[in-house]
């Protein structure tokens, strides 16, 4: 009998211990909660079928669903994006780490700032202890581009495995790390995008970009702004995101055109921005290739790196400049979410690779076929999560490296090293005006994370005199390396091919941001005495004038410097209304309109628009020669048109006015000016250039450069109807930030003329006066040019 119990006690724990190993089986192959959502079963779809988009609202929704059911997932709403929408972050990790959250944050203040950790001595020993404790940051921004939809709908996708996943690796992750993932750095374009595309589908306008900017004022140039700070959402992620967290790495998941590589990661292609510290370099160099080695393992095609992409402008790239390695991954494109075929010959070559043979930086050969968007995500999601697991892994070491980083910005400056700049403020009874450049520099490098000291007594040095709130940006800092690289000049190395021809920077070659507002930044290079003061928040004056009654040209073809030309008029209270190409053609103008603004647009583009059969007949046609004959009409009854750079080639060519372009159809090896900052002077009798100092600078890129004609009589107006308001020097070097090659070509040519034509005259800047909402310096001769009589 007692034989028979102990068998039958034996097999019911045999029984037990099978159970036990088939629960935990289950649960590892298993979700941790069986009832957090799929993103299918919130959206309907699942991300990166063919032909779906998600809504904002449903994005919110269905982290707000993992927020409820997962105690992986915190999420929040940070502020509202520019046209009202929630902007919104997720942080992801273990519940254990939830439990701390604020002691991680504590430990990324203090690694960023060693000098948080006391006396040097005994830094390092401190720093090991919060290193052993603390969590790699990672920060995952999508969807900035909005046309670029597998980034926003992959965040989705991300999410739900961290959220439901009880995998090692994903644990490991949720340990060794803190995610902060933001679906959309563009919540407003998510929806402009899904609304032509589902308006669209089934036409022959299927996958084709929406007739507007996806930003409703910046459009694709929301990620040039991370050093000027002018956007709402840029302000919310560097406020909330950045400065709270100091993230050791940041995932910015992008796509690219749709001909090239199938995915680009880091390393970036020369050059590199000086200011960029070498752990940087490091770190985005051996992360971006472990990401690409392993995605090669795996068998994933057409992965190229260390081409295309540079890490040149701080426009891009806030956290290179603040201790973060910023892995920008570029998955080549679909037609939204439409499926393409692409034959393998059809493939193009881009800077630094060619995808039709394998090398170093490229490979293995994808040959072409179809590309969905489904192969989009399952790349974004697979180059995030190796990001992770390297992140996890290599913990230590990442947060060792940011030590590392603040503390060599830290350190004492040596003897003969530059240890700072002083911005001279003149100021009424010590009150600054809030209009001043000075102030707007000054609060644009705090928000930076820049410590800036006010002079509480006048200080005179190297023989000048420095009033009372003048500012002084030491350097030996944690975020130096961002205030020396938006107040020094840049010098862009000459960088050619094989045959000569220079290579092409990925965006622009300058960011001198004291340059562009027209502030003195002096440097110094020994200890100043002085005493400081204490001052309070920064505040932005305007150019408001109720008078100036404008009309801003908002071609059918949408164009950027039209939405930043928008966002200014707005940000100064400037009374404006849009002009469109219909209206113009239509010559309903109207008496009210003083001035009529043309941004920067090809003249082409302007002239005609949209080609036939590219978009529906409704958006078809630029201002077209009955639009010509109504501007020239608006003018010669006392209007002035006012045209920005390209757009002045436009009005040079159908107004037949007495100037060429000196610089058209030069090759690049005779001429070149890629984003550079120029030295202009202008006439300051002239009532343009009122009120401005009689040297200043001028934006130049893809910009003409003007030269009167004296002969001929093919022209409408004479000669003698030409003023030229700005010039570049007739003596010293056009070059002030950047690279430009030709520049005796355009010594003592014109940058800014004025045309008379009947009452009413036509303004032609060489530049653009109000670029990217940088270029303050020039900002009067904008604004003088809308009343100008």
């Known amino acids: ?11 019911f724990l045999s029984l037990v211990s099978v159970f036990q190993r088939t629960q935990l089986s289950a649960q590892t192959a298993a979700p941790a909660h069986v009832n957090i959502p799929t993103p299918e079963e919130v959206l309907g779809f699942t991300p990166g079928d063919d032909r779906k988009l998600a809504s904002w609202s449903q994005v919110v929704e269905y982290f707000t669903r993992l927020d409820q059911t997962s105690d992986r997932v915190k999420f929040e709403e940070l502020g509202k994006s520019t046209m009202g929408k929630p902007f919104v972050m997720a942080i992801i990790t273990s519940p254990e780490n939830f439990e701390r959250l604020e002691d991680y944050k504590k430990i990324q203040e203090q690694l960023a700032d060693p000098r948080k950790l006391g006396a040097p001595t005994s830094r390092d020993r401190k720093a090991a202890e919060l290193i052993g404790r603390g969590k790699t940051i990672v920060l995952i921004t999508c969807g900035i581009h909005s046309t670029e939809v597998g980034s926003y709908l992959s965040s989705m996708l991300i999410a739900h495995r961290l959220a439901s996943s009880n995998e090692p690796e994903i644990q490991n992750i949720l340990t060794n790390t803190i995610i902060l993932l933001v679906p959309s750095l563009n919540p407003d374009g998510v929806d402009i995008v899904k609304d032509w595309y589902d308006k669209t589908l089934g036409t022959p306008y299927e996958g084709t970009d929406p007739p507007e900017l996806y930003h409703k004022y910046t459009g694709h140039d929301n990620n040039r702004d991370w050093y000027a700070f002018t956007q709402v959402e840029t302000q919310l992620t560097v406020d909330k995101i950045h ?28 050059p590199v921005e000086p200011n960029v510290p070498k752990q940087i370099v490091e770190g985005y160099t051996e992360l971006g290739n472990y990401i690409a080695r392993e995605m090669r393992a795996k068998g994933f095609k057409g992965i190229t790196t260390n081409s295309t992409y540079d890490a040149w402008s701080p426009s891009r790239a806030y956290s290179h400049y603040h201790g973060g390695v910023r892995i920008l991954s570029e998955t080549a494109s679909a037609k939204l979410a439409t499926p393409i075929t692409l034959k393998f010959e059809d493939l193009n070559s881009r800077e630094g690779y060619d995808p039709k043979k394998e090398s170093a930086n490229f490979g293995p050969l994808w040959c072409g076929g179809e590309w969905h ?45 530059l240890r700072g700049f002083l911005v001279p403020i003149t100021s009424r009874s010590g009150i600054i005006p809030p209009s001043t450049n000075q102030y707007r520099l000054i609060s644009v490098l705090q928000r930076g994370g820049i410590e800036v000291d006010r002079l509480a007594s006048p200080l005179t040095h190297r023989g000048e005199r420095f009033e009372p709130l003048s500012a002084v940006i030491n350097l030996n800092q944690p975020y130096a390396a961002f205030a020396k690289a938006l107040l020094e000049a840049q010098h862009y190395p000459n960088l050619r091919d094989s045959a000569g021809h220079p290579i092409p920077p990925y965006d622009v070659t300058a960011h001198s941001l004291s340059m562009l507002m027209g502030v003195k930044a002096i440097a110094f290079f020994k200890p100043l005495s002085y005493q400081k003061m204490k001052v309070g928040p920064t505040i932005w004056g305007s150019f408001g004038d109720k008078e100036f009654n404008v009309g801003l040209f908002k071609s059918s073809v949408p164009t950027m410097d039209e939405g930043w030309s928008r966002w200014l008029l707005e940000d100064q209270q400037v009374r404006y209304r849009i002009v469109r190409d219909s209206e113009i053609r239509s010559g309903k103008l109207g008496p009210d309109l003083r001035s009529i603004v043309i941004p920067d647009q090809p003249a082409r583009t302007i002239l005609n628009g949209y080609a036939t059969g590219t978009m529906p007949p409704e958006l078809i046609g630029g201002v077209g020669p009955e639009g010509v004959k109504k501007l020239r009409e608006f003018v010669e009854t006392g209007g002035t048109l006012i045209c920005l750079n390209r757009a002045s080639d436009f009005a040079i060519e159908q107004f037949k006015l007495p100037l060429r ?18 030295r202009l002077e202008l006439d300051t009798n002239h009532p343009i250039a009122r009120a401005m100092p009689k040297e200043s600078i001028a934006w130049a890129e893809d910009s003409p450069v003007f030269e009167v004609i004296t002969s001929g009589n093919q022209f409408s107006v004479p000669s003698s109807n030409v003023h030229v308001i700005g010039w570049y020097s007739r003596v010293k070097d056009p070059l002030l930030s950047g690279w430009l090659l030709g520049g005796n070509r355009i010594k003592g040519k014109a940058a800014l003329a004025e045309v008379t034509m009947g009452k009413g005259r036509i303004i032609l800047f060489g530049f653009r006066p109000q670029y990217r909402a940088q270029s303050l310096a020039t900002y009067p001769l904008f604004f003088n040019s809308l009343g100008a009589r």
């Open 1 to 11: 009998m007692r034989k028979k119990t102990l068998a039958l006690l034996l097999l």
């Open 243 to 270: 400065n709270v967290w100091h993230p050791q790495i940041v995932n910015d998941i992008h796509q690219q055109g749709a001909f090239g590589s199938r995915l680009f990661l880091p390393p970036y292609m020369a």
């Open 373 to 417: 968007l489904h192969d989009i995500t399952n790349y974004m999601m697979t180059a995030a999560f190796l990001l992770l697991k390297h992140a996890s892994e290599n913990r230590e070491q990442w947060l060792r490296r940011f030590y590392e980083i603040g503390k060599e910005a830290v350190r004492p400056t040596r003897n003969g090293e």
């Open 661 to 678: 372009d000196v610089v058209a159809g030069l090759p690049r090896t005779d001429f070149y000016v890629p984003g550079s900052i120029l």
